[in-house]
T-cell receptor, first 113, second 118 residues
C-alpha cells in the first residue's frame, strides 16, 4: 500500500466554519492531488501540487485553498464551508505527473450541515 | 477538450458471467495515458492498469483483460468469470502529456457500478 494517510477520516461541521484536511505521504513523491467525489460526477480535481510551495488549480477549485510547506504534507482548506462542499475528499500522490499512476488515500468523508 | 465517458452507469451480472465495462475518451493530445481504477464498497481507490497511447496491445492479468483501440478511442475492460469480490465501482481515467498547464492531471469518467450476484 502506498504510504498515504488522510486525516480526519470523517468530519461533520457547520456552514461557515473553516475546515482543514490533511494528506500525509511517506513515499517522497513530488506530486500530490486533492479530489472530491460526488454521486454522478466521479472524481474531480480540486488542486494539485508539483513541489513544496508549488500548487495549481484544478477543475473545481472555487472555495478551496491548499498549502504544501513540506514534501510529505498537502493541506486542503475550506475557508468558510458550505453545504455544497459536502463530499468525499481523496488525496493522491504520484512520482511524476503524466505517465505514472496516482495512488490514493482512503478518503475523508466531510459533511457540512 | 479532454473527456472520458463511461456510458454504463450500473451493470448487474451473475457470478461466473463475463462482463465488459466500456470506456470512450476524447483527447487532442497524441501522447496520453489511460487508467482503470477500482473502488470496492469499502471506498478506497485501487489502481488496476495504465496504458500509453503508443501501445495498443491488449493486456491480460488473470481474469482481467483490457482492449485498447485508438481507432474508436476506446479502452474497454473485461472481467472473465466474474466473482462476487469484483463488485465495485470501476473508473476509467485519462491523462494528457502535453497540453496546457494541467498536463498529467487525471480526467475521470463517472464510473460504472458493477454488481456480481452469487
Amino acid at each position: 500500500d502506498a504510504g498515504i494517510t488522510q486525516s480526519p477520516r470523517h468530519k461533520v461541521t457547520e456552514t461557515g466554519t473553516p475546515v482543514t484536511l490533511r494528506c500525509h505521504q511517506t513515499e517522497n513523491h513530488r506530486y500530490m492531488y486533492w479530489y472530491r467525489q460526488d454521486p454522478g460526477h466521479g472524481l474531480r480535481l480540486i488542486h494539485y501540487s508539483y513541489g513544496v510551495k508549488d500548487t495549481d488549480k484544478g477543475e473545481v477549485s472555487d472555495g478551496y485553498s491548499v498549502s504544501r510547506s513540506k514534501t510529505e504534507d498537502f493541506l486542503l482548506t475550506l475557508e468558510s464551508a458550505t453545504s455544497s462542499q459536502t463530499s468525499v475528499y481523496f488525496c493522491a500522490i504520484s512520482i511524476n505527473q503524466a505517465n505514472q499512476p496516482q495512488h490514493f488515500g482512503d478518503g475523508t468523508r466531510l459533511s457540512i450541515l | 477538450a479532454q473527456k472520458v465517458t463511461q456510458a454504463q452507469t450500473e451493470i448487474s451480472v451473475v457470478e461466473k458471467e463475463d462482463v465488459t465495462l466500456d470506456c470512450v475518451y476524447e483527447t487532442r493530445d497524441t501522447t496520453y495515458y489511460l487508467f482503470w481504477y477500482k473502488q470496492p464498497p469499502s471506498g478506497e481507490l485501487v489502481f488496476l492498469i495504465r496504458r500509453n497511447s503508443f501501445d495498443e496491445q491488449n493486456e491480460i492479468s488473470g481474469r482481467y483483460s483490457w482492449n485498447f483501440q485508438k481507432s474508436t478511442s476506446s479502452f474497454n475492460f473485461t472481467i472473465t468469470a466474474s466473482q462476487v469480490v469484483d463488485s465495485a465501482v470501476y473508473f476509467c481515467a485519462l491523462s494528457e502529456a502535453n497540453y496546457g498547464g494541467s498536463q498529467g492531471n487525471l480526467i475521470f469518467g463517472k464510473g460504472t457500478k458493477l454488481s456480481v450476484k452469487p
